[in-house]
C-alpha cells in the first residue's frame, strides 16, 4: 500500500520546533560568554565587517542550529523504527525549523507589517532544516549499509546549515548598509530586499547540493531497519 506520514510525525517537529527558541536563548548566552572570555569583546564589538560577521555566525548561527539539532534528533529517536528514507529525515527537521521561525519571527516582529516581512525566514529555516535532515538521514543509510562515513555526515548535519545559515544573516543583518548603529536596526527596504535575496540564494544552493548525492531525490531507502 501507499506508505503515509503519521499525524505525530507532521505535528511533534512542529510542537518541539517552538520550544528549540529558548533553548537557543541558552546556548546563544553560553557561546556569547564564551566568545567575550576568550576574545575580550563581543560578538558585536569591532570593525563593521567582522562584527557582522560575529553576529551572523556566533550569536545566531551556532545556537540556533545548535538546538533545532538536538531537537531533531530527539523527534527522529521517537520515530527510529517508522522512519523508510532520507525525505523522512528531511521532512522532519524542516519541520523543526518552521516551528522555530514561528516563534523567532513572532518575537521579533513588533507589527503585523514587520511579522509579514519576516516570512521568508520560513522559507530559510525550514530550508536549513532539509539540509540537516538530509545528512542525518545520510549518515542512518550509510550506517545500515556500510557505503559511506557516518562521522562526515553527522558533522555535515550541523555545519553546512551553520555555513548557510552565516552567510544569510551575515547579508541579512550587515552593519555596513544599515540604517542605524545597532545590528538590529535596519531600514524595511534593504531588510525586505536581502532577506528574499538571500534566502532564494540559499535555496538553490541547497537543492542543487541535494541533487548531487542521488540520482533520485530525497528518496535513498534506509535498508535493514530495526523490526
Do not use: W
Amino acid at each position: 500500500g501507499v506508505y503515509r506520514i503519521s499525524k505525530g510525525q507532521a505535528i511533534l517537529p512542529v510542537v518541539l520546533g517552538l520550544s528549540s527558541v529558548p533553548i537557543s536563548f541558552i546556548f546563544f548566552i553560553i557561546i556569547g560568554l564564551a566568545f567575550r572570555a576568550v576574545t575580550g569583546f563581543t560578538p558585536t564589538e569591532g570593525p563593521a565587517l567582522l562584527a557582522s560577521f560575529n553576529h551572523a555566525f556566533v550569536s545566531a548561527a551556532l545556537n540556533e542550529e545548535l538546538a533545532k539539532l538536538i531537537l531533531t534528533l530527539i523527534v527522529l529517536c521517537i520515530f527510529r523504527k517508522k522512519l523508510r528514507n532520507v525525505y523522512e529525515y528531511m521532512l522532519i527537521a524542516a519541520a523543526v525549523g518552521f516551528g522555530f521561525t514561528l516563534i523567532e519571527d513572532f518575537v521579533y516582529s513588533v507589527s503585523l507589517a514587520g511579522f509579514v516581512m519576516r516570512l521568508p525566514n520560513i522559507t530559510v529555516h525550514m530550508m536549513l532544516g532539509l539540509a540537516m535532515g538530509r545528512h542525518l538521514g545520510l549518515a542512518r543509510y550509510n550506517k545500515e549499509t556500510g557505503r559511506g562515513s557516518v562521522v562526515k555526515e553527522s558533522l555535515l548535519a550541523y555545519f553546512v546549515p551553520v555555513l548557510c545559515h552565516t552567510v544569510f544573516d551575515f547579508f541579512a543583518a550587515n552593519m555596513l548598509i544599515h540604517a542605524g548603529e545597532s545590528v538590529e536596526t535596519v531600514t524595511p527596504e534593504i531588510e525586505r530586499t536581502t532577506y528574499i535575496g538571500a534566502a532564494m540564494v540559499l535555496v538553490m544552493v541547497i537543492f542543487s547540493r541535494m541533487q548531487k548525492v542521488t540520482g533520485i531525490m530525497y528518496s535513498i531507502p534506509i535498508t535493514a531497519l530495526p523490526k
